[in-house]
């Protein structure tokens, strides 16, 4: 409420907003003479005091891996070691699986081998993925080339990339056969939105 003094005494003002039919909305303001005395807080305007804003947004879902190479473990002797890094961004929670094509380094014309000779070298391998869910943790899982297998990120997001290590088994019986070894490791990721 706002008063003026002047010679005609004491004048307050108040904003009113009247609704009826043929007005809508219109506000108009009324002139009235008041007493000195009279209540102010009667003619004061009522403030809305809360205010509530809807906020509302989105993150799209994504889940990708990418690398990969090839790594030559040199002379087949067994215990080889290599270290495979790859790339993993996922903002949700995922599951990661390793599958061996050939179930070891297979022999590239006898898997099977011949005579006393083995033509299939088995490997181990130990995934590691760095995850967040809120706090900071690690992926560990260990997998066999006969094996495969999955892992779960539990209610973790991946935070960055991530790191496969290999190391063969030693050759069993006479040993391996002669020539050329092969395989491939498939690394698949799968969210879970």
Same mark, same amino acid.
């Given at each position: 409420?706002?008063?003026?003094?002047?010679?005609?005494?004491?004048?307050?003002?108040?904003?009113?907003?009247?609704?009826?039919?043929?007005l809508?909305? =219109?506000?108009?303001?009324?002139?009235?003479? =008041?007493?000195?005395?009279?209540?102010?807080?009667?003619?004061?305007?009522?403030v809305?005091?809360?205010?509530?804003?809807?906020?509302?947004?989105?993150?799209?879902?994504?889940?990708?891996?990418?690398?990969?190479?090839?790594?030559?473990?040199?002379?087949?002797?067994?215990?080889?070691?290599?270290?495979?890094?790859?790339d993993?961004?996922?903002?949700?929670?995922?599951d990661?699986?390793?599958v061996?094509?050939?179930?070891g380094?297979?022999h590239?014309?006898?898997?099977?081998?011949?005579?006393?000779y083995?033509?299939v070298?088995?490997?181990?391998?130990?995934l590691?993925?760095p995850?967040?869910?809120?706090?900071?943790?690690?992926?560990?899982?260990?997998f066999?080339?006969?094996?495969?297998?999955r892992?779960?990120?539990?209610?973790?997001? =991946?935070?960055?990339g991530?790191?496969?290590?290999?190391?063969?088994?030693?050759?069993?019986?006479?040993?391996?056969?002669?020539?050329?070894?092969t395989?491939?490791?498939?690394?698949?990721?799968?969210p879970?939105?």
């Open positions: 409420m706002q008063t003026t003094s002047g010679a005609w005494g004491r004048m307050s003002w108040r904003l009113k907003t009247a609704l009826g039919a043929g809508g909305a =219109a506000s108009m303001i009324a002139m009235t003479a =008041a007493p000195a005395a009279a209540n102010s807080s009667a003619d004061s305007i009522e809305g005091r809360t205010l509530d804003v809807a906020v509302t947004g989105h993150l799209t879902a994504r889940c990708q891996i990418e690398g990969g190479a090839d790594i030559d473990f040199g002379e087949l002797n067994g215990g080889e070691r290599a270290v495979a890094l790859f993993l961004d996922c903002n949700v929670p995922f990661i699986g390793v061996s094509t050939r179930g380094l297979a590239v014309t006898k898997p099977q081998g011949e005579g006393p083995a033509g070298l088995p490997y181990d391998v130990l590691t993925v995850t967040r869910a809120p706090q900071p943790s690690i992926l560990r899982a260990a066999t080339s006969q094996g495969g297998g892992a779960s990120s539990g209610d973790g997001i =991946a935070v960055g991530g790191k496969i290590e290999f190391r063969t088994h030693r050759p069993s019986g006479a040993g391996l056969l002669a020539g050329e070894y395989e491939t490791l498939t690394v698949t990721v799968s879970r939105v």
